[in-house]
């Protein structure tokens, strides 16, 4: 199936990036989806891909055999039209043909769909929880979380009326204050869940979207391939503030990711030093 999205350049995505667009962001005139940067995007992309192909096949033998019908057996042309009612061999014809194409496409889309949520062997785990109207992040078993919101640049310019300058507007909205940070070449398993209302986490490169449900935890996986920023938006009306809900991913090479956790670990730890100094020797007096 790979092959295939290689074979139709007119419709093929739009990779190159302008001064006002990043990678992997959709751009003007684009007609097809994204490949994004991970296995499950490449999945979903080869799958539409594989289809389109299929569907480009029967258009053409349809209109083609309609077009044969109308131009060649005109009735101008003094054809007269046969009288029959009935065909059996036709009949098996095209209910058998769609019974094997819809075979042919239903057995890679189960088995993508079965890769696509199977988290097992994942090397991290990110809790994610909505909230009105920002994300919570939560690396667990690292004892580090983070809240990522609209940035306040952007807060304070829409709360204004202020209009974006041209320069600012391509970022307008779609910024936060704190990005989510991935490791890039790690399996990653998303725990994904909400406190007031349905929200839904959409980054479109990573190639999924999942529901954010009050009492329930879905899951999800990712692999980015790429360092880069990926953005998306929460996708699920949750509110007067739903359109101020922007998520944005940061992915890195492993070695910088592990030397940022660090330092979010050493901030979030408690100082010795902020321990009060009767507090500390009543602590090792009682010590055996």
């Known amino acids: 199936m790979g092959a295939a999205a290689m074979a139709l350049p007119m419709l093929a995505w739009a990779q190159a990036a302008t001064p006002d667009t990043e990678p992997y962001e959709p751009v003007r005139w684009q007609l097809n989806l994204t490949p994004g940067v991970t296995s499950t995007s490449q999945i979903a992309y080869d799958a539409h891909m594989f289809v389109l192909w299929i569907c480009v096949v029967i258009g053409v033998l349809v209109f083609g055999a309609m077009a044969v019908a109308i131009f060649k057996f005109r009735k101008s042309k003094g054809v007269v039209p046969a009288k029959f009612t009935h065909n059996t061999t036709a009949e098996v014809i095209w209910t058998t043909i769609p019974v094997i194409l819809l075979v042919v496409m239903a057995w890679p889309a189960t088995t993508g769909l079965i890769k696509q949520y199977d988290t097992r062997n994942s090397a991290m785990t990110v809790k994610v929880t909505g909230y009105q109207w920002l994300w919570k992040y ?151």
């Open 138 to 288: 939560e690396y667990l078993g690292e004892g580090v979380d983070i809240s990522s919101r609209l940035d306040r640049g952007s807060e304070a310019m829409r709360q204004s009326g202020q209009v974006p300058t041209p320069a600012q507007l391509p970022r307008y909205l779609r910024d936060v204050d704190n990005p989510l940070v991935l490791p890039v070449d790690t399996k990653i398993r998303f725990v994904i869940t909400a406190d007031d209302v349905i929200h839904s986490w959409w980054v479109p490169a990573l190639g999924w979207k999942q529901d954010a449900i009050p009492g329930i935890v879905n899951e999800a996986w990712t692999d980015i391939k790429e360092p880069g920023i990926y953005r998306g938006q929460c996708a699920e009306l949750c509110g007067k503030d739903h359109g101020f809900m922007p998520i944005v991913v940061k992915a890195v090479p492993k070695a910088e990711f592990a030397r940022w956790l660090a330092e979010r670990k050493a901030a979030a730890a408690p100082s010795v030093a902020a321990v009060p100094a009767a507090t500390a020797g009543a602590v090792v007096a009682a010590a055996p």
